[in-house]
T-cell receptor, first 115, second 118 residues
Framework: GENVEQHPSTLSVQEGDSAVIKCTYSDSASNYFPWYKQELGKGPQLIIDIRSNVGEKKDQRIAVTLNKTAKHFSLHITETQPEDSAVYFCAPRKKSGGGADGLTFGKGTHLIIQP | DTEVTQTPKHLVMGMTNKKSLKCEQHMGHRAMYWYKQKAKKPPELMFVYSYEKLSINESVPSRFSPECPNSSLLNLHLHALQPEDSALYLC?????????????????FGPGTRLTVL
């Protein structure tokens, strides 16, 4: 099965600065790389994802970069704002033969935005 | 409507009680999931239903019994739980994907039920 490592476990940054969270995976067959955000009292929510035929994807202040050779992908948040404070999870996965698969999450990163 | 609803929000039960958690979605999704999340940990998969049939059971103890009465509803029946079962129980839904060229479809999560077993 997939072995997922996520770093750091806690990240504190000043409002307006950038934050980077890294996820390392073991299964070279993985081809889909999403990031989920979980705010207090809520379920996880997909914020950005990337597929293995793309090296980078941006959506306003957030971006995901993928290095398939090194088997890691990263979440980048620029111009951080208080509402970015949350726990972020990566959940790399591979295409299965059909049906539905559950997600295997990394251990999570608690991002704290300091005013 | 991209919402998954879960009831109740909070539940306190004794070890001899029987209770049920409920999950509902109206996005037309045909895959539904139960996850368990302990404090400061990631969600862990418990069960997957695909087209109203149980397709994955991650070796969950039989005191947890899932049920999918129709394509919009998912229940989790609880009986004789232990204090260590106290956790946040999350429901999610997505479209399942077919074949080797299938897409990875986004899972939409509900807010969860906070369960405390005394």
């Amino acid at each position: 099965g997939e072995n997922v490592e996520q770093h750091p476990s806690t990240l504190s940054v000043q409002e307006g600065d950038s934050a980077v969270i890294k996820c390392t995976y073991s299964d070279s067959a993985s081809n889909y790389f999403p990031w989920y955000k979980q705010e207090l009292g809520k379920g996880p929510q997909l914020i950005i994802d990337i597929r293995s035929n793309v090296g980078e994807k941006k959506d306003q202040r957030i971006a995901v970069t993928l290095n398939k050779t090194a088997k890691h992908f990263s979440l980048h948040i620029t111009e951080t704002q208080p509402e970015d404070s949350a726990v972020y999870f990566c959940a790399p996965r591979k295409k299965s033969g059909g049906g539905a698969d559950g997600l295997t999450f990394g251990k999570g990163t608690h991002l704290i935005i300091q005013p | 409507d991209t919402e998954v609803t879960q009831t109740p929000k909070h539940l306190v039960m004794g070890m001899t009680n029987k209770k049920s958690l409920k999950c509902e979605q109206h996005m037309g999704h045909r895959a539904m999931y139960w996850y368990k999340q302990k404090a400061k940990k990631p969600p862990e998969l418990m069960f997957v239903y695909s087209y109203e049939k149980l397709s994955i059971n991650e070796s969950v103890p039989s005191r947890f019994s899932p049920e999918c009465p129709n394509s919009s509803l998912l229940n989790l029946h609880l009986h004789a739980l232990q204090p260590e079962d106290s956790a946040l129980y999350l429901c999610a839904s997505s479209q399942p994907f077919r074949g080797t060229s299938g897409r990875h479809n986004e899972q939409f999560f509900g807010p969860g039920t906070r369960l405390t077993v005394l």
